[in-house]
């Protein structure tokens, strides 16, 4: 609508990701660099998928069956790449060790594997803000907005916020209990995260349906809260047991 | 043995320096001014020519890339491409011409006229192609500043930066700020080259910078190796990512004053031991450092050299770092014996290595950027992370080489490789798949 209003979308969309940002990940260079690597990580893998389905698109009629095809095999396509991300994750870890062993500094905390893990989520997440809402928000600055046929309640630029602020909170925190649940070898944080990605992105299917916006957007949120308490307890928990087993020495 | 990874129990993690604290700090500094000129970029390109130059298809500016050619919508694709590339090939001629002429008067020590020319080129940038910028600008958003007032403004902003592109007394953060605006400026300029021409441009400058810098004749190899032998500092226009002050939060405080000296300490002695090995850095930092061999070892993993890298053919100039600068460092130096903090020794030599790249590529890199911009967002997004990854690939191979590398072929190869893709593949999956709200 104006330039405000374009701010605020994107800070609708930013601003947990940019205040993390700015508090957490600003202060330390490396986990700059593992932010920049785990966005183009992403990238890389939403290129492989849109080439696997260049043949197939556009997808010409609003029906949910394509799209439900679509969200389940770029769901779990992400999730196996996430897998691929741990490996690496694991490789880096030990070189670090390595490095700080040869320079004798202490190696890695537990709260430096949770930080490597949280970069690594919200890198993630910013790409997939900035994919699939920012480059989509520049009518936005100028003079007038925009309805969709199938949401005519709520500009399409604020469901395209709201959405992709959900996102950024579930890829982020799924990145945590991801690398947790890998790390400790727990079954159940490890089946949370492709289930819960996979239920948000159901869910959006819901805005295909008329008037279907108004209820998946507040599912959405709904599921990105339920990330956030769910790695809220987790990393309560394992940062506790830490500290018992460190003072019990 | 277990290794020493349980601090006492008294401190808390936060105030234990971790080894992921102060890691890669060289590469960031190198990566934000990058990313601060493809930002300016993008954003006065995109607000530039949103009404105005979509409707008049006014002639693009007679350059030296558009010689040969000058592309025209009406032409076929295939006439386009051929006209591109003689574009290219004359563009790089020129530019290998200069380059040569550059390196035979580098050569017969004309290094003053060098610096003379060196500061015409940059007066001339940032007071004529800059005072254009600022006029368009101005129109543009209808800011009331008069002719006279913007005029004693900008001759002031273009000769401050002329005293501070060659000084060694002015603050680094002022050289650098310049540095980059004189980059903004020329990718602006290039970017209003037409489509074809540009990216067809871009290769054949990644190509050329591949071969000037690897090859045995390459016109910059010889440079450095000249410069080398010499002991003196590159005559070329580069921006040195020197950390401004010691703004590490982990440091303790009372490294502050000897970290500020750093920034001028680091700077000429790294030269001196460009192409011998750090037998003699060893020896000046035994003395100051409690354990050489960890010193040692952590010089190599963060000893970068400078990586010197093409330039632009207007800006390949004499950087006048003269000898006085060179007995600074030996006059700080009397300040560390003092510090027997070896923790902030440690962290003094962790940052002690700038790196330098080029002027040149920020400049194309920002031009690619720009390029990008004016088709979609979503391309710039993914060229600047395939810039910015290209910039890290081409960091850890210089931690790894040793020796001076080109700074644009990965980056511009990851670049192109990266919007085409996004164009054509990426583009209609993600905005079709968002414009129905439907989101992974």
Redesign the interface.
């Known amino acids: 609508m104006t330039v405000a209003a374009g701010v605020g979308y994107v800070l609708i969309a930013l601003g947990p990701a940019l205040s993390l940002l700015a508090s957490v990940i600003a ?7 593992t932010l ?2 785990s ?2 990580f992403w ?1 890389i893998s ?2 492989i ?3 696997a ?2 043949a197939f ?3 010409k009629s ?1 029906e949910l069956w394509p ?1 439900s095809i ?2 389940l095999t ?2 779990g396509f ?1 999730e196996g790449i996430r897998i691929g991300f741990w490996r690496l994750f694991k490789k880096m870890e030990d070189m ?2 390595a ?11 537990l ?2 594997k949770m ?2 893990a949280l970069a690594g989520g919200l890198g993630h997440g910013l790409a ?1 803000a ?7 928000l ?1 009518p936005a600055f100028g003079p007038a907005t925009f309805y ?1 046929d ?2 005519p309640s709520i500009p ?1 630029f604020l ?2 916020a709201i ?2 602020l959900g ?1 950024v909170i579930i890829h982020t925190f799924s990145m945590v209990i991801a690398f947790n649940g890998y790390t400790e070898g727990k079954r159940k944080d490890q089946i949370f995260v492709p289930f819960a ?1 996979l239920i ?2 159901l869910i ?2 819901i ?2 349906v008329p008037g279907g ?1 108004n209820i ?1 957007l507040p599912l959405l949120c709904i599921m990105a809260g339920t990330t956030l308490y769910y790695s809220w307890q987790l990393v309560w928990r394992r940062l506790t047991e830490h500290q018992t087993t ?2 019990s ?1 | 043995m277990p ?5 006492p ?1 008294t401190t808390t ?1 936060a105030t ?10 060289e ?2 500094g190198v ?1 934000s001014p990058v990313s601060i000129c493809m930002l300016l970029v993008v954003l006065i390109l995109t607000s530039l020519s949103s009404p105005s130059t979509t409707s008049s298809t006014s002639p693009p500016p007679v350059t030296a890339a558009t010689l040969i050619y000058v592309e025209s919508d009406s032409d076929s694709p295939s006439h386009k491409l051929l006209g591109a590339v003689l574009d290219a090939a004359a563009f790089v001629a020129l530019i290998a011409a200069a380059t040569f002429v550059l390196v035979l008067l580098y050569y017969y020590n004309f290094t003053s006229f060098l610096k003379n020319y060196l500061r015409f080129s940059v007066f001339f940038v940032l007071f004529s192609m800059g005072g254009s910028i600022m006029a368009s600008l101005l129109q543009h958003f209808s800011i009331p500043l008069d002719a006279p007032t913007s005029f004693i403004l900008l001759f002031n902003f273009a000769i401050l930066g002329v005293l501070s592109v060659f000084s060694p007394a002015v603050p680094i953060l002022l050289r650098q700020s310049y540095m980059v605006s004189v980059a903004v400026i020329v990718a602006v300029w290039f970017a209003r080259l037409p489509e074809w021409t540009t990216w067809v441009l871009l290769i054949a400058l990644a190509l050329y910078d591949l071969a000037a810098v690897l090859c045995p004749h390459g016109p910059l190899r010889i440079l450095v190796e000249l410069a080398s032998s010499r002991d003196e500092e590159l005559p070329a226009l580069v921006y040195e990512a020197r950390p401004a002050d010691s703004s590490h ?1 982990v440091s303790p405080p009372a490294s502050t004053p000897v970290a500020s000296l750093g920034s001028v300490e680091m700077q000429p002695v790294s030269e001196a031991s460009n192409s011998n090995s750090s037998s003699v850095d060893e020896e000046e930092r035994s003395p100051l450092v409690s ?1 050489p061999p ?1 010193v040692r ?2 010089l190599s ?1 963060f000893n970068h050299e400078q990586v010197r890298e093409s330039n632009n053919s207007n800006h390949a100039v004499v950087e006048m770092e003269t000898g006085e600068s060179e007995t600074l460092p030996l006059v700080e130096r009397e300040g560390f014996r003092s510090s027997s903090n070896s923790d902030s020794e ?1 962290e003094m030599f962790d940052s002690t290595r700038g790196i330098r790249l080029g002027l040149g590529d920020f400049v194309f890199y920002s031009v690619l950027v720009g390029r990008a911009a004016m088709y ?3 391309t710039v ?2 060229c600047y ?2 810039i ?2 290209g910039l ?1 690939c081409t960091l850890i191979l210089l931690s790894v080489f040793r020796h001076a590398l080109p700074a644009l072929p990965i980056s511009i190869t990851l670049g192109v490789i ?1 919007y085409f ?2 164009r054509l ?2 583009e ?13």
Not at chain 1, 99 to 109: E, N, T
Not at chain 1, 130 to 136: I, M, N, P, R
Not at chain 2, 3 to 7: A, E, L, Q, V, Y
Request: glycine share 4%; charged share 15%.
């Open positions: 202060k330390k260079p490396f986990l700059i660099l920049l690597s966005t183009l990238l939403l290129i998928l849109a080439g389905w260049r698109l556009p997808v609003t799209y679509l969200i770029s769901v992400q670090l060790n490095f700080a062993d040869r320079v004798s500094k202490p190696r890695l905390f709260t430096d930080l490597l997939h900035v994919f699939f809402c920012l480059s989509l520049t969709v199938k949401c399409f469901i395209s959405i992709a996102f990605h948000a992105a959006t299917l805005n295909l916006c998946g460190r003072s020495d | 290794p020493p990874d349980d601090p129990s993690a234990k320096t971790s080894i992921i604290d102060s890691l890669g700090v590469i960031v990566m939060p354990s960890v070892e952590n993993n440690f979609d967002l979503m997004y993914a992370l395939a910015i990854s890290g990266f893709l996004t593949l990426m209609p999956f993600v905005v079709g798949a968002s414009t129905n709200l439907v989101m992974f």
